[in-house]
């Protein structure tokens, strides 16, 4: 375990995660909105439609589209899809 800044609110925490305990459930929460939005979405969309749309951060959305939970979704996306777009807020 290490010391962390969360990086949805900012707090130090000890933990191995990238989120404090606080935050992890308005993750997981997140995290299934964007994979209902994206389930239910026959077009390519921009990342601040998605946003808009789902109610997701963008900040959030680059960083969920980096692990491994949403590697199905880069795929059905394609070569234009989250790989060439980092937004940093």
């Known amino acids: 375990m290490k010391f962390n800044k969360c990086v949805r609110c900012g707090c130090f925490f000890a ?4 989120v404090c305990p606080s935050c992890k ?23 601040d439609s998605i ?6 951060e963008l900040k959030n959305i680059n960083r ?9 979704y880069k795929k059905l996306l394609g070569n234009d899809g989250f790989e060439n ?3 940093n807020l």
């Open 15 to 18: 933990s191995s995660d990238d």
């Open 51 to 56: 946003s808009f749309n789902s109610g997701v």
């Open 25 to 47: 459930s308005k993750d997981e929460i997140d995290k299934l909105t964007l994979k209902n939005y994206l389930d239910n979405t026959d077009t390519p969309v921009s990342l």
């Open 85 to 87: 777009v980092k937004i």
């Open 64 to 72: 969920f589209m980096e692990s491994k939970e949403f590697s199905n």
